[in-house]
């Protein structure tokens, strides 16, 4: 990812609810009571700044999509 790359996470949050967050960064960026509408809202930042994951209630990643040419791009899952 270049300079202006950055990749956001949407995490369960503590206290209820789903969060985007940047990585790097150490408060959320936007809170959401659904999964669904963080996704939404962190897809659309991450189409212009970089790369979207999601991760599932327990933190695991469970999808992770690049945006724009990603020059080590991660290989395809069997």
Do not use: C, Q
Request: proline residues 5%; charged residues 25%; without cysteine.
């Amino acid at each position: 990812m270049s300079a202006k790359s950055a990749s956001y996470h949407v995490i369960s949050h503590p206290n209820g609810g789903w969060a985007v967050k940047k990585s790097g960064s150490h408060r959320a960026t936007k809170l959401f009571g659904t999964k669904k509408d963080a996704a939404s809202f962190a897809r659309n930042i991450a189409k212009f700044y970089g790369e979207l994951v999601i991760h599932d209630k327990d933190g695991r990643v469970l999808e992770i999509v690049t945006y724009g040419s990603d020059p080590v791009p991660p290989k395809a899952a069997n």
